[in-house]
């Protein structure tokens, strides 16, 4: 029998689960596969902890996004088949289609096949960090040559992802990021400029780097109080895309910058593009252009064991990262 995670209470890492379940048998419009790596998200923690989008219907399974082979395939399913290379587009229920797990079956249509020049490890660390910034940056945002963004959490995979789709389209990256520590690292993957929040002043330095113009856009999945500095740093006419709620306070709306810059600020999560075919098939198309031609390049901080799923899930909760974790199956 295939071993999978589990959890059937909400908490810390020390309710993930690993157990023996039984082989099943993939569904109508569903294919089967036999995992080889699988991607964490910090969207999988919220999960964990009850404090996500979705609610867990205990016990429940966990994981957006796998790389594998197909091995099954369900009635009704067409253009998949047996043997084919794939990784997961997070398109589903994260309790009904968890992918963490020697075995996991999903939605047929979120099962894509990844370029060849990369390995398992990046298959799993492709779709929810791009896709997440193509939908705000270029296909909300219309970011393009000459304008530039604010990237905060930039060290983050979907920072990262942000930090290469800018330069992609040629616009000037802004990372930022709370300690010294991770400068030269975000210099190196590709940003332009690095502020450091804790020994800068964020919208100084913005107003410096853009000759007093302020950022054409901002990329934010912190919100709380930096939404305030965030709002003085934009452009007149910038739009702030807020994809997350990582800080724990609450998050005061910049009112008087809002209405005077005619700021848009707007909440943005992924599903917005995977559920309109039209936007996932140019997401999907700029996402494969950008690895076939090596602009995006995964970064890949750390891979552990499906044995220490619980040790993997305690990392990403310290901060430390630089980039995807991985778990190899």
Same mark, same amino acid.
């Given at each position: 029998? =295939?071993?999978?995670?589990?959890?059937?209470?909400?908490?810390?890492?020390?309710?993930?689960?690993?157990?023996?379940?039984?082989?099943?048998? =993939?569904?109508?419009?569903? !294919?089967?596969?036999?995992? $080889?790596?699988?991607?964490?998200?910090?969207?999988?923690?919220? *999960?964990?902890?009850?404090?996500?989008?979705?609610?867990?219907?205990?016990?429940?399974?966990?994981?957006?996004?796998?790389?594998?082979?197909?091995? $099954?395939?369900?009635?009704?399913?067409?253009?998949?088949?047996?043997?084919?290379?794939?990784?997961?587009?997070?398109? *589903?229920?994260?309790?009904?289609?968890?992918?963490?797990?020697?075995?996991?079956?999903?939605?047929?249509?979120? $099962?894509?096949?990844?370029?060849?020049?990369?390995?398992?490890? %990046?298959?799993?660390?492709?779709? #929810?960090?791009?896709?997440?910034?193509?939908?705000?940056?270029? %296909?909300?945002?219309?970011?393009?040559?000459?304008?530039? !963004?604010?990237? /905060?959490?930039?060290?983050?995979?979907?920072?990262?992802?942000?930090?290469? !789709?800018?330069?992609?389209?040629?616009?000037?990256?802004?990372?930022?990021?709370?300690?010294?520590?991770?400068?030269?690292?975000?210099?190196? @993957?590709?940003?332009?400029?690095?502020?450091?929040?804790? %020994?800068?002043?964020?919208?100084?330095?913005? #107003?410096?780097? /853009?000759?007093?113009?302020?950022?054409?856009?901002?990329?934010?999945?912190?919100?709380? =109080?930096?939404?305030?500095?965030?709002?003085? @740093?934009?452009?007149?006419?910038?739009?702030? *895309?807020?994809?997350?709620?990582?800080?724990?306070?609450? /998050?005061?709306?910049?009112? *008087?910058?809002?209405?005077?810059?005619?700021?848009?600020?707007?909440?943005?999560?992924?599903?917005?593009?995977?559920?309109?075919?039209?936007?996932? $098939?140019?997401?999907?198309?700029?996402?494969?252009?950008?690895?076939?031609?090596?602009?995006?390049?995964?970064?890949?901080?750390? /891979?552990?064991?499906?044995?220490?799923?619980?040790?993997?899930?305690?990392?990403?909760?310290?901060?430390?990262?630089?980039?995807?974790?991985?778990?190899?199956?």
């Amino acid at each position: 029998m =295939p071993k999978v995670v589990r959890f059937y209470e909400t908490g810390d890492a020390g309710v993930l689960k690993l157990e023996d379940a039984p082989l099943v048998e =993939p569904g109508a419009g569903e !294919v089967r596969l036999k995992v $080889a790596a699988i991607g964490l998200n910090r969207a999988e923690v919220m *999960f964990r902890q009850g404090q996500y989008l979705e609610t867990p219907k205990l016990p429940s399974r966990i994981g957006y996004e796998a790389a594998g082979i197909v091995d $099954a395939v369900g009635p009704g399913v067409s253009g998949i088949k047996v043997g084919d290379r794939v990784s997961t587009i997070p398109s *589903f229920s994260v309790g009904d289609y968890g992918v963490y797990g020697e075995s996991a079956i999903v939605p047929a249509y979120a $099962a894509v096949p990844y370029p060849g020049v990369l390995t398992p490890v %990046e298959g799993a660390a492709i779709w #929810m960090q791009y896709l997440t910034a193509f939908g705000a940056l270029v %296909e909300f945002g219309r970011l393009q040559k000459g304008d530039s !963004v604010v990237i /905060t959490a930039a060290s983050s995979s979907v920072g990262l992802a942000a930090i290469q !789709v800018a330069k992609y389209v040629g616009a000037t990256a802004i990372a930022a990021t709370r300690g010294a520590g991770k400068k030269d690292f975000l210099l190196g @993957a590709g940003a332009d400029h690095v502020i450091v929040t804790d %020994e800068e002043d964020l919208v100084a330095r913005v #107003m410096a780097i /853009t000759a007093g113009k302020g950022a054409t856009m901002v990329f934010d999945p912190v919100a709380g =109080p930096l939404l305030e500095k965030l709002a003085d @740093a934009a452009a007149q006419g910038a739009t702030i *895309f807020e994809y997350g709620a990582l800080s724990p306070a609450p /998050t005061p709306f910049p009112l *008087f910058a809002a209405l005077g810059k005619g700021l848009s600020v707007r909440g943005y999560t992924l599903f917005e593009i995977v559920r309109e075919p039209e936007m996932l $098939a140019r997401g999907k198309q700029f996402v494969s252009s950008g690895l076939e031609s090596g602009a995006l390049k995964p970064v890949i901080d750390r /891979t552990f064991p499906l044995e220490s799923i619980v040790e993997a899930h305690r990392y990403m909760e310290s901060n430390l990262q630089q980039g995807k974790i991985v778990v190899t199956v």
